[in-house]
């Protein structure tokens, strides 16, 4: 059924298809392969799914953060699975630690010289609110020096 119908047209001759979610107009690339949808595609485009997925991971995510917060036998059972991959698994799990690690001090390095960098900013400045004489003398000084 190529061609015009209720939520596909075509457009700069290119067949286009209505997503069902977000009611767009998107070529079929744009959406993900399915053998029984109309054109073989999904009914959603893929940038709906991808949000959709976002979205699930997302409140997946918290879920387990919550828990693992709020639910000491949750926590001890997670760690004690990591235990046992650990174990399991001993040289990727070498592997990934070094790999955090690295990513971990990386981090720690940026985060360090970001702070540094702000906190001089305002130390000067708070330095010379709080030492107006010294920044005068110094002035005064340098006035004299040049006469
Ligand atoms: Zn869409």
Known sequence: MIGVTNDSKIVNGVQHKQCSKCKRFKRLDEFY???????????????????????????????????????????????????????????????????????FRAYQREYKREYQRKHQREYQKEWKRTHPEHLNKYRKKSIKQDS
């Open 33 to 103: 392969k399915f053998g029984r949808g109309a054109f073989g595609v999904m009914s959603i485009c893929k940038e709906c799914i991808k949000q959709y997925e976002l979205g699930r991971r997302e409140i997946r995510q918290k879920r387990c953060n919550d828990r693992y917060k709020n639910d000491p036998e949750y926590r001890e059972r997670k760690k004690q699975k990591s235990r046992e991959w650990n174990k399991a698994h001993p040289e990727q799990s070498k592997e990934w630690r070094k790999n955090h690690l690295e990513r």
